[in-house]
């Protein structure tokens, strides 16, 4: 079965740390990008970062720069998110997602989405 | 970031209603756009990429269109299972941006 199984969720202080962990099973996982997206309590979706297949690129959103690394062990099929200097705004339920790239032939394009997602990990920053 | 604004925010409908939901980015994204479902408690499930290409496994009620700044998601007949919320999100630039989503509920 095709999967991704996010963990490392928690309770933390404000100006705490938690790593999260997403772990890929079914498919080749070291082909793909990874995307973490989170989604605060009644709120939206928020795209948070992203990882290249070999980990040589990585992208966040401004909020999180200097915070958050994300990282990958290919031979692990997992995929990490270190949160650093956590704010009460980073509560959120945090997901990873597979971030798929298709081919377009006729144009010779190239185009992403986030084909696979986990169930998603809870984080609390609360004192 | 590019702001990607979606209409509206919130919509009822009845099973059967055809519907529409607009996304629009505030630069010109190609067609570098993907829909997600999303339903209470659950993880995102994409729908559509490329602006109209639909996921496998998807039905065919759903459909995509739209290229640079404005794009829709049409529903042909709602189906009871289609309420929930919905996403679009921009793959062009970094950082990443999703709509703020649509409330697609019952009338």
């Known amino acids: 079965e095709v999967q991704l199984v996010e963990s490392g969720g928690g309770l933390v202080q404000p100006g705490g740390s938690l790593r999260l962990s997403c772990v890929a099973s079914?498919?080749?996982?070291?082909?793909?990008?990874v995307t973490w997206v989170r989604q605060a309590p009644g709120k939206g979706l928020e795209w948070v970062a992203n990882?290249?297949?070999?980990?040589?690129?990585?992208n966040y959103v401004d909020s999180v720069k200097g915070r958050f690394t994300i990282s990958r062990d290919n031979a692990k099929n997992s995929v990490y998110l270190q949160m650093n200097s956590l704010r009460v705004e980073d509560t959120a339920v945090y997901f990873c997602?597979?971030?798929?790239?298709?081919?377009?032939?006729?144009?010779?394009?190239?185009?992403?989405?986030?084909?696979?997602w986990g169930q998603g990990t809870i984080v609390t920053v609360s004192s | 970031a590019i702001q990607m604004t979606q209409s509206p925010s919130s919509l009822s409908a009845s099973v059967g209603d055809r519907v529409t939901i607009t996304c629009r980015a505030s630069?010109?994204?190609?067609?570098?756009l993907s829909w997600y479902q999303q339903k209470p408690g659950k993880a995102p499930k994409l729908l559509i990429y490329?602006?109209?290409s639909l996921q496998s496994g998807i039905p065919l009620r759903f459909s995509g269109s739209g290229s640079g700044t404005d794009f829709t998601l049409t529903i042909s007949s709602l189906q009871p299972e289609d309420f929930a919320t919905y996403y679009c999100?921009?793959?062009?630039?970094?950082?990443?941006?999703f709509g703020q989503g649509t409330k697609l509920e019952i009338k």
């Open positions: 997602a597979r971030d798929y790239t298709y081919y377009f032939q006729s144009s010779g394009y190239y185009y992403d989405a986030l084909d696979i």
């Open positions: 079914g498919f080749t996982f070291s082909r793909g990008w």
């Open positions: 990882i290249k297949q070999d980990g040589s690129e990585k």
């Open positions: 630069q010109a994204i190609r067609n570098d």
């Open positions: 490329a602006a109209s």
């Open positions: 999100l921009q793959d062009y630039y970094y950082p990443r941006t």
